[in-house]
Structures are given as C-alpha cells and as structure tokens.
C-alpha cells in the first residue's frame, strides 16, 4: 500500500487519555492520537483533506467498502490522485480493527490530504497526496435515544460555491455554526435549507419523515451528500414493502409529520423527539427503520 509519507510528521506521543485509538500512517500502525499532518502539509493551511466514516460493532462493519470507495471519490473531487486502492482500504481497516477487542465499537476513518501545492499553490498536487487510516473506539448510541431539532439560518452551499462533492473537512465549520446555533437555543440539531429553502438534511445528517404512514425524505439535489446508511435504509425499506418517496421538502412538512428520524454513519439511525416546539413519539416507523438495518447489518 504505496501511501505517499509526510516530511513532517515525525513526532511521535503517547496515547490519549480514555480514547483508545489506532492510526495507520507511513506503512505501520501507531498508538494514540498520533500526528500525521505538517506544518507547511497543504492540506494544513489550504484545506484540502478529505476523510470518510465507517462503522464497526457487533463484529460487522456494515458498507465498509462503499465508504472507502467514497473516499477516493472525495480525493479526486479536490483535485487528488489517490494512493491506495478501496480494496487495499477494506483490508487495512480489517487489519486495524484486529488490534481491539472484539466486542468493541468503532469509527473508521480514513484521510486524505496533499503534501504540495502545484501551480498557483491553492491548488494541491495531485502527485503529493497523503493517506492515513484512524480507527477509535466510540460506543454506538442506544436503540430509544433520540435528538431534538430547531431551524438554522446558515443554509448549505452548492456545488458551484463550495466542495459538496466530496466528504471535505472544510465543509464542516459551516455544519458547526448550525449546530452552535441550535445548542443556543436549546437544541442539538437544525434541520438546514438549501439556497431555495429546500429542506437538504440536518448539520449531521439525513433526515426522514413519516406522514400516514409513508416514509419521505429529501431528494439528493447536489447540495449535500447522498449518504450511504441513507440509501441503505431506502434500499431495506422498499425490500420490506414500505413506501419510500424522495420528493422536495420544505420546513413545514416536517412541522406536519408523525415522525422523524436521522440516518448517518456514527449513530446509524436516530429518532426525533422534538421539532422546534412540537414534540413527536419515537414512533413505529422510526424503529422499523433502525430495526431493518441492524437485521441487515448482522448478516452483511
């Protein structure tokens, strides 16, 4: 696995405290919260890392391969060559996950950022990208914890004005605004809009609702990521005869809904307990939804 090595990332320190890691950087495994990025690394002071999340519990790690494809799609969105192929990723994810214990929840990211700038410097080389793997133990939330949700006035960017192509860590400071935003209000979650007004998802995730019994949710418009546990759940709802429709939404059908919910890769799927100030029953649809990925995901 041919990952190109950073100059500056030599220093090497001793473990977090309480967060039990491991990170795959310059062809070998380290310890803790090991650094991997330079100083003078582009992807440092101009941006240009990528990363992407998978999920290991239960002894499954459900998509593992679509996610690491994913991230060479992210690569190449910014303008990268990627380094290391997605089944060279898959194995060494699976390599990685050998050094926990099995019973052990995970998040698997691996990264991608250039070392250079090429012509004009804001852009990166394409010749000079960096890999690393970091895999840290996060427990999965429980199956009834659910989240409450406000409105923001930060709304996502599309793809003329910003990377929403690509699982890019730049994009993430606009998500944290939402959720500062919301926590000052009292809440965990926004729902945001898109320049239209359109609801695109949340600053963590997808969103569904419930109306009369059938499942809706936003159709991918280009201004936020199609996301895979999102278009697993699709794909298991239809399988078991549920009627699932990607239409445009806007904020007061969700204000009108029987339920919500939440799909991402770190919890998987979450309930909503609370809109704004209407509260909603973590209802059946909502579990049914939860209950059918882990089925599936137990046997992936």
């Known amino acids: 696995m041919g990952a190109h090595s950073s100059k500056s990332s030599s220093i090497s320190i001793s473990p977090s405290k309480n967060r039990n890691i491991w990170t795959w950087f310059q ?3 380290h310890e803790g919260n ?3 990025m330079g ?26 391969d679509l996610h690491c494809a994913r991230a060479n799609k992210s690569i190449k969105s910014l303008g990268m060559n990627p380094v290391i192929s997605t089944d060279e990723m898959v194995a060494l994810a699976n390599e990685g996950i050998k050094k926990f214990d099995k019973d052990a929840a995970l998040y698997i990211r691996p990264m991608a950022w250039s070392l250079e700038g090429g012509a004009g410097v804001v ?3 394409p010749n000079t990208t960096a890999f690393a793997m970091c895999l840290e133990e996060f ?8 989240t409450t949700l406000t409105t923001t006035q930060f709304i996502r960017p599309t793809l003329a004005s910003a990377t929403v192509d690509a699982k890019a860590a730049c994009l993430y400071p606009n998500n944290a605004r939402m959720i500062r935003e919301a926590e000052s209000k009292g809440f965990a979650n926004a729902i945001c809009c898109d320049v239209l007004g359109n609801v695109a998802e949340t600053a963590l995730s997808n969103i ?8 809706f949710t936003p159709i991918p418009n280009g201004t936020f990521l199609n996301g895979i546990t999102r278009q697993r759940i699709i794909k298991l709802l239809r399988a078991n005869g549920e009627k699932v429709s990607e239409v445009t939404l806007q904020l007061d059908d969700f204000r009108t809904a029987d339920e919500i919910f939440l799909t991402g890769n770190y919890s998987k799927v979450t309930g909503v307990s609370k809109f704004e100030e209407r509260e909603y029953e973590h209802g059946a649809k909502s579990k049914l939804a939860r209950q059918l990925y ?4 137990k046997n992936s």
């Open 27 to 29: 062809a070998e495994w």
């Open 34 to 36: 090991y650094p991997i």
């Open 39 to 64: 100083s003078a690394d582009h992807g440092t002071w101009l941006g240009t890392l990528i990363f992407d999340g998978a999920r290991y519990f239960n002894g499954v790690a459900p998509d593992l």
């Open 123 to 125: 852009v990166a080389d």
């Open 139 to 146: 427990a999965m939330p429980p199956a009834d914890k659910t």
């Open 208 to 215: 569904f609702m419930v109306k009369n019994g059938e499942y």
């Open 294 to 297: 882990w089925d599936w995901a």
